[in-house]
């Protein structure tokens, strides 16, 4: 059991180093990955038209719709 | 591309922090006007350097008598070339030893950067006008989103829809084949609201590439990109989790593409024999690159963390069994090696990242542009 628990041990708190260490090697080497897009300096382009909440789903409609064709 | 000095007769430099024209031997200052040429191209003299294989393009029916690169009067003439003039240019808002200091500072906070790249000698700084197409396009969408709202058991599914339309003025695409995209696109964003009519006194001190990629050649991309920020934006328009877009309509048309050239700094350096080549967006100062990580420092972080974490990991499992908390070992073990995976998963992706930023930092591909771009206007 206690072996067992050792090798878990292990696996985690290794696994979990590598990511940490790969996370911090990319922010300490790496620069300028995707920081900021056309938009920060273009806001307010979208023109939002037509604008519902909680409606069906599009499944549901063309299912309706197949069976308004039908008739 | 030179001008020279009306008082002295010394080759002019564009002064970023002054918006001028300075003779660097006199110190005199001169507007940088609007060329009165209204030609669509012009004709350019390509000297080249037998000593560092330059090429510099002067305007004109000036000849140099040595290479505003390495120094050496040993320039020839090469040939003549007739160049298209772009429709705009964005002046260099960042001087150069602004753009040195920049990546200095960037550089000095990396923990894992070795102390011989953090104090480096600069080889070569290099102010370059990149080729860029401008993209006005029209996008509008009929759009139905999927997300869930609520969370445990309350969570459903909900589903919204939403009409709209999006001009997209001046979306920045590079014309230039020979610099990596990956590098470019990490340039941007550029402000494109400060651009200028092209004037080619701007040219002056600075490299200039040419476009060699047409602007046809880039719809597809253009319009992706166009694409994954209008559906970035609508779904921001939604309050929900997981926002997914299920269907949709859209109608995008390309109005027209305008030639600009926008300005990046290239500095380079040498790091074990090999060059290194950051760049800066000339306007907002924001650096791009990777650099090699300190693999000792690396190895001692993950062996300290690694034994730290594992130890209260073993505390916490061993504790478990022996308080009889775990039902079904099998799966438990099954669970571990889950997230140990998913842990390694995202470790593997981080280092491949900075892997394929540094091999973009040193490609022989980027020196060599930086060495070749003194061909242009």
Redesign the interface.
Known sequence: ??F???I???????????????????R???????????????SQ??????????????KDLDYIASLNNRK | MILYCANCGKALVYNPAKNKMECPSCGSLFDAKRSPEPEDTMECNIYTCTACGAELAINGVESSTFCAYCGQPTIIFSRVSSEIKPKYILPFSVTKDQAVIAIRQ?LK?????SNEIKNFDVERVRGIYIPYWLFDIHYED?V?L?GTKGSGDNEH?????????????Q??LDASGKLADESSQ????????ALQPFDISYLSGFYADRYDVPAEQLHTLAIS?AEN??N???KD??HANNVTI??NAPERQILKADYAMLPAWFLTFRYQQKPYT??VNGQ?G????????NKSK?AV???L??????????????GL??MDMIDS?GKF?FD??I???I??G??????H??KK??ELTESKTTDSYVKDRQEGI
């Open positions: 059991m206690g067992g628990a050792f878990l041990g292990n696996l985690l708190g290794f696994g979990f180093a590598f990511m940490l260490v790969g996370i911090l090697v990319k300490s080497n790496d620069h300028g990955d995707s920081k900021g897009t056309f938009l920060d300096f273009n382009l979208l023109h939002v038209t037509v604008k519902r909440d909680d409606v069906c789903d599009p | 960037k906070k990396g923990f894992f950067i009929k139905y999927s599914d909900v589903f919204f829809y939403r009409e709209a339309d999006c001009n997209f003025k979306l920045t990490r340039l941007e964003p550029y402000d494109t609201h990109r920020l209008f970035a934006a609508i328009t939604v299920v269907q950051i760049l907002t924001k650096v791009v690159g990777g650099v090699p990580y690396v972080c993950f062996i963390t690694g034994l730290a974490v594992s130890f209260f990991a073993f505390l916490i499992i061993y069994f022996l070992p073990v571990v090696l997230v140990t995976g842990f390694v995202i470790g593997i992706a981080k280092f990242k900075v930023s540094v």
